[in-house]
């Protein structure tokens, strides 16, 4: 007789799984809804937008996983309405914040290390600001940079090396096609009605906020890495409503700040990842002269209330506010203060100038390019993406103001994110996330393509 030996349980752990992967399965289903429903709800109706982003936290809030809350404060950057003090944007990634601290391992990657030194330089510059100019404005401000800046990195490494990346990213850009979708139908419908196109702006969000977020979608989408695993046809699908968003915007610093990305990867060697894009700059042509035709058009006609001429004024005035204290400047938000002209500078250098004084402008300096460069250092399979994102951002920033809630976080939550997934990656051995030195010790090309076999027969 032969013996049949069974393993116990082996049905009832089947079953088990089956049930996780339904779970697990319909929890993203409803996350991707109910991030679809925000992007589109946010602009027509405030106080449910508010709800649903309280949902959302809920949801992280009883997760079993505390690493789930972090990745909610991605999609959650497109939420603008105010809950008090804070948008509902910083209330997410301040609560995102603590679970993020305590799951974050300092000694995993040296790239996340410089990146919070440059985040401690920029920081610690500023100090002088805050003992020369003391009010209570200037002092929350440098809190919410440290949020914006070292908590935004801490947030996203955490979803990366947890391995949510995909999940986060997935949220956020299908809360953008959303935005999108809407800004698109309002602009048609404005076409309808008036038989003109002109800037388009939802509720709770301004024109250069929707088109800031499409083009960060747009980028992350033309770009995906292949850890996403986003399929090709449905990302270039919502590059196409991503961009028509932008289009609809009328965000120019949107559109400039995807031009100089696509051109810098562009020429960027292969070796590093570039040579993509060369053809899709080609398409960015019409971009670039409605660009040049638009600031022409308001530089020539005489009204001092356009967008470009009442930049002029502001760069002029930022400079006279710069002059109260050349050195270390006259405070962070110093136009809430009641003391200077009440308005933010539409430059990011202008900002710190007047802000923090030339010293401010240094700290600001260091911040930028220390980041950028760390970014650009690492292998292309995780920095290319963030490198589009920050860069993408600090071009944004000197077209229009930089220190804003929501748009201020993503560079250093996506470059925390492609280093969190580069720290998972090579705990799983990915050859591509080793250090150079591991893969030439076994045999590996930069590519992570393994060595050739050789027939010694």
Same mark, same amino acid.
């Given at each position: 007789?032969? @013996?049949? *030996?069974?393993?116990? =349980?082996?049905?009832? *752990? ?5 049930? *996780? ?8 289903? !409803? ?7 925000? $992007? ?14 309280? $949902? ?7 997760? #079993? ?48 290390? @410089?990146?919070?030194? !440059? ?9 002088? #600001?805050?003992?020369? @100019? ?12 440290? /949020?914006?800046?070292?908590? =935004? ?14 999940? /986060? ?24 009605? $008036? ?12 024109? @250069? ?35 028509? $968003?932008? /289009?609809?915007?009328?965000?120019r610093q949107a559109m400039v700040s995807v031009i100089v990305v696509i051109a810098v990867l562009a020429l960027r060697s292969r070796s590093r990842g570039g040579g993509r894009g060369r053809l899709l700059l080609l398409a960015l042509i019409p971009a670039i002269f409605l660009i040049w035709n638009s600031v022409s058009a308001q530089f020539e006609e005489d009204n001092p209330f356009n967008s470009a001429a009442q930049r002029l004024e502001w760069f002029g005035e930022s400079l006279e506010v710069w002059q109260h204290s050349p050195l270390f400047g006259v405070g962070l938000r110093w136009w809430y203060t009641g003391n200077y002209p009440g308005f933010q500078p539409p430059n990011g250098f202008l900002e710190m100038l007047s802000s923090a004084g030339v010293v401010g402008l240094l700290a600001f300096l260091i911040l930028c390019v220390a980041s ?13 993406? !963030? ?17 804003? /809630?929501?748009?201020? *976080? ?5 470059? =925390?994110? !492609? ?16 250090? #150079? ?21």
């Amino acid at each position: 007789m032969t @013996n049949v *030996s069974v393993r116990p =349980g082996v049905g009832g *752990s089947t079953r088990r799984s089956v049930g *996780s992967i339904a779970a697990a399965m319909t929890g993203v289903f !409803a996350l991707v809804a109910l991030c679809a429903a925000l $992007g589109v709800v946010t602009v027509e109706f405030e106080t449910l937008a508010l709800m649903l982003a309280i $949902g959302i936290l809920a949801i992280g809030l009883v997760s #079993t996983d505390i690493g789930i809350l972090p990745v909610l404060a991605f999609p959650a950057t497109l939420v603008m309405v105010r809950t008090g003090p804070l948008s509902v944007s910083d209330l997410v990634l301040a609560m995102a914040i603590l679970p993020a601290l305590l799951l974050y391992r300092r000694s995993d990657t040296a790239p996340m290390r @410089n990146l919070m030194w !440059a985040g401690v330089a920029y920081h610690v510059l500023l100090i002088p #600001t805050l003992l020369m @100019n003391v009010y209570v404005e200037n002092f929350l401000e440098w809190f919410h940079t440290i /949020a914006l800046v070292m908590g =935004g990195l801490a947030v996203g490494w955490v979803v990366g090396r947890q391995g949510y990346a995909r999940s /986060a990213l997935t949220l956020y850009v299908v809360g953008c096609v959303g935005i999108a979708v809407a800004a698109i139908f309002t602009g048609l419908l404005m076409f309808a009605q $008036g038989g003109s196109f002109g800037p388009v702006y939802l509720p709770a969000l301004h024109k @250069n906020f929707i088109g800031n977020s499409l083009a960060f979608a747009f980028l992350m989408l033309w770009i995906r890495p292949a850890w996403l695993r986003w399929n090709r046809q449905l990302a270039i699908l919502a590059m196409v409503v991503c961009a028509g $968003g932008i /289009a609809a915007s009328g965000a120019r610093q949107a559109m400039v700040s995807v031009i100089v990305v696509i051109a810098v990867l562009a020429l960027r060697s292969r070796s590093r990842g570039g040579g993509r894009g060369r053809l899709l700059l080609l398409a960015l042509i019409p971009a670039i002269f409605l660009i040049w035709n638009s600031v022409s058009a308001q530089f020539e006609e005489d009204n001092p209330f356009n967008s470009a001429a009442q930049r002029l004024e502001w760069f002029g005035e930022s400079l006279e506010v710069w002059q109260h204290s050349p050195l270390f400047g006259v405070g962070l938000r110093w136009w809430y203060t009641g003391n200077y002209p009440g308005f933010q500078p539409p430059n990011g250098f202008l900002e710190m100038l007047s802000s923090a004084g030339v010293v401010g402008l240094l700290a600001f300096l260091i911040l930028c390019v220390a980041s950028l460069w760390v970014v650009f250092k690492l292998p292309p399979r995780y920095g290319q993406i !963030a490198l589009a994102v920050m860069l993408a951002r600090f071009v944004q920033g000197q077209l229009d103001l930089f220190w804003v /809630a929501g748009q201020a *976080s993503i560079p250093w939550m996506v470059a =925390g994110l !492609a280093i969190g997934v580069m720290a998972l990656e090579r705990a799983n051995g990915v050859p591509e996330a080793m250090p #150079t030195r591991d893969r030439r010790a076994q045999g590996i090309p930069w590519r992570g393509r393994p060595p050739a076999r050789r027939n010694d027969s």
